[in-house]
């Protein structure tokens, strides 16, 4: 955990939502509590989607889609887990899980505008 602190603090030439999906994997594959990991995992990988938007505002909800694809998200957690270490197929999803969360924060957004 402490070096998942210090890597989360650092700054890197790693792109920012890479690092969001980094983050995220790292912790929720370290597993350090009983309960919670899966929640914390996706606010953490938030905390790094905020950080890479460079605003105190997000209108989107990658935590959300997650949850919407839960199963597609176990299975692309259990692949990367127990195949190897090359995470490339988790990053992909990862990022691909960002465009439907942005559509949906899109139609709320133009649901209460009219």
Not at 40 to 63: C, E, K
């Amino acid at each position: 955990m402490l070096a998942l602190i210090a890597w989360a603090n650092s700054a890197s030439n790693e792109p920012s939502l890479i690092k969001a999906g980094h983050a995220h994997l790292w912790f929720v594959t370290l597993h350090p509590f009983d309960d919670g990991n899966g929640r914390i995992a996706r606010a953490l990988g938030g905390l790094f989607l905020a950080r890479a938007d460079g605003s105190p505002q997000r209108l989107y909800s990658l935590s959300a889609q997650i949850q919407r694809e839960r199963n597609a998200h176990c299975g692309i957690l259990e692949r990367t887990q127990k195949q190897s270490l090359d995470i490339t197929e988790w990053l992909a999803w990862f990022l691909e899980t960002l465009h439907p969360a942005v559509d949906q924060a899109q139609h709320r957004l133009d649901a209460v505008l009219a």
